[in-house]
């Protein structure tokens, strides 16, 4: 999104959105399964666990270190990730507050 259009949003509306984008590919949520299952850091072992090419999990974990859900750690020549515990509690309470802010009206309007 270009820099003249983001003033259109809230900062707010700009994280959340950033947060849902990098949860929006079914590759990145077996990715954060991964890892929250393991609750350890984890380096080859996501491409033996998910049956993608090396590359395409390196983009996935590209888009998610880029919103900071996960982070890394370099151990020689592998990088060793795992969740970004304080980045994944403002996620989920923003994600939360944003889908809490519907109230349905007992009669559908549609």
Known sequence: ????????????????????????????????????????????????????????????LKALKAVNLIKGDIDGVSVCYCINESEWRKAQIMIQDFLEKAKFPKEKCC
């Open 1 to 60: 999104m270009g820099a003249s259009k983001t003033n259109a949003f809230s900062v707010e509306d700009i994280e959340v959105s950033a947060y849902l984008k990098a949860l929006g590919h079914p590759a990145r949520i077996a990715i954060l399964n991964l890892l929250i299952k393991k609750q350890a850091c984890i380096c080859g072992d996501i491409v033996d666990e998910i049956s993608l090419a090396q590359s395409t999990i390196s983009q996935h």
